[in-house]
Nanobody
Framework: QVQLVESGGGLVQPGGSLRLSCAAS????????MGWSRQAPGKERELVAS???????KYTDSVKDRFTISRDNAKNTVYLQMNSLKFEDTAVYYC???????????????WGQGTQVTVSS
């Protein structure tokens, strides 16, 4: 079994900051790419940021220069530092990871349960 558990969401004022964390646990042999997506009410889920095992990153245009994705491979954890938050960043944020389990010969994509981020004054 593999679990991804997010933490760090909450209520923040516009212009504020939050740091999300997502820890993967279980029968993990290796983790390839990790990422964060979000889903706002009435909207489709969108990929916000991703990070490869070598640390290379990608961001959606709306969060560039405001959000930073990072990872700690020793802890199987991915982070999302969110600065200069805007009302439109309000959403449920989900982490995901491509994980190879010990008893499998391929990578599978796993998702966390989500954490709410609300930007409000």
């Amino acid at each position: 079994q593999v679990q991804l558990v997010e933490s760090g969401g909450g209520l923040v004022q516009p212009g504020g900051s939050l740091r999300l964390s997502c820890a993967a646990s279980g029968s993990i042999r290796s983790i390839n790419a990790m990422g964060w997506s979000r889903q706002a009410p009435g909207k489709e889920r969108e990929l916000v940021a991703s990070i490869a095992h070598d640390g290379s990153t990608k961001y959606t245009d709306s969060v560039k220069d405001r959000f930073t994705i990072s990872r700690d491979n020793a802890k199987n954890t991915v982070y999302l530092q969110m600065n200069s938050l805007k009302f439109e960043d309000t959403a449920v944020y989900y982490c995901n990871a491509d994980i190879r389990r010990w008893t499998y010969a391929f990578y599978a994509n796993f998702w966390g349960q989500g954490t709410q981020v609300t930007v409000s004054s």
